[in-house]
């Protein structure tokens, strides 16, 4: 069982509903299973081939006139549609739907880095951008996509093994999943597992951190973080990606007026060519060991 074995569960029931789903891709079927979907659903299919431009411009058409395309990509290459993101589905607000996979900061060569995605298309306006951490965050993120015709929605498929918790969203805002002092951890998406190692290395420092679960890339929830001024010396971000215009950054030009400090977690802007991941989490203190002593620093 994995995120993509899930969404291809989850295509199946709504065709079988009655939805009017469409599947496009670009040349990538494998990498989402979606040979599966084809073969059982052959005209609710479409593979455009390394075509990245013509996907986002076709499926944001079909959601204007009403059918409910989801759009498949892997983070490597979708950059080769940003002009079409803009241009055509975001200012049209076209009520597509597209999954973007392999958005990690990746041990692979440097043309097949996913790690600049979150940033590039958090920036863009009138689009939702979501990053779920668990089997039942991607569903219910999945059924109020669909159930919406306002906007596009992105959504940020996890990629560090298949979580499930027993919760459902009602409240697409932040989500505070431990409360706590003096130290507030927002932990985005793939990387909210490293949130919970990091929680868990600071109570055995004596510090009860809070822990949350952001769910939004793009969108702020300013009051909640007002909130955390409140009772949280340093607010510490953690993001799968390049930090430079990305989720972190965002939050801490808000809380720059503010007295508390902000720590942002993840990747430099620059090119990595075939450098294992674990020499990059060290360069980027993305350890939990190296994010402790960082926010204990400041702590002092």
């Not at 979907?37 to 609710?44: E, G, Q």
């Amino acid at each position: 069982k994995s995120y993509s074995s899930v969404m291809l569960d989850y295509m199946d029931k709504k065709v079988s509903e009655g939805l009017p789903l469409v599947a496009i891709n670009a040349a990538i079927p494998g990498i989402f299973g979606l040979k599966q979907f084809a073969a059982k659903y052959p005209d609710r299919y479409i593979d455009a081939g390394i075509a990245e431009q013509f996907t986002i411009t076709f499926g944001g058409a079909m959601a204007a006139a009403g059918a409910r395309p989801i759009i498949f990509h892997n983070s490597t290459f979708v950059q080769r549609a940003y002009d079409q993101f803009w241009h055509d589905l975001a200012i049209n607000e076209e009520p597509a739907i597209v999954i973007v996979k392999g958005g990690v900061i990746s041990g692979s060569d440097e043309t097949h880095q996913g790690s600049s995605a979150m940033t590039w298309i958090s920036n863009i306006p009138n689009i939702k951008y979501l990053a779920p951490t668990s089997e039942e965050e991607f569903i219910s993120i999945l059924d109020w996509a669909l159930e919406q015709h306002e906007e596009p929605v992105v959504i940020q498929m996890p990629e560090h093994g298949l979580e499930s918790r027993p919760t459902v969203l009602t409240d697409y805002s932040y989500q505070m999943t431990k409360s706590g002092e003096k130290v507030a951890l927002l932990a985005l998406g793939g990387l909210y597992s490293h949130g919970e190692k990091v929680a868990k290395v600071l109570a055995e420092n004596g510090i009860n951190a809070t822990l949350i679960n952001p769910l939004f890339i793009n969108d702020l929830d300013q009051a909640f973080l007002e909130n955390l001024v409140e009772n949280h010396q340093v607010i510490a971000t953690i993001e799968d990606g390049i930090l430079d215009g990305g989720f972190g950054q965002k939050v801490a030009s808000f809380l720059g007026k503010y007295d508390v400090k902000v720590l942002n977690f993840g990747a430099k802007r620059e090119f990595n060519d075939s450098v294992p991941v674990t020499e990059l989490y060290n360069r980027y203190h993305l350890t939990p060991e190296l994010m402790v002593a960082d926010i204990l620093s400041l702590l002092k």
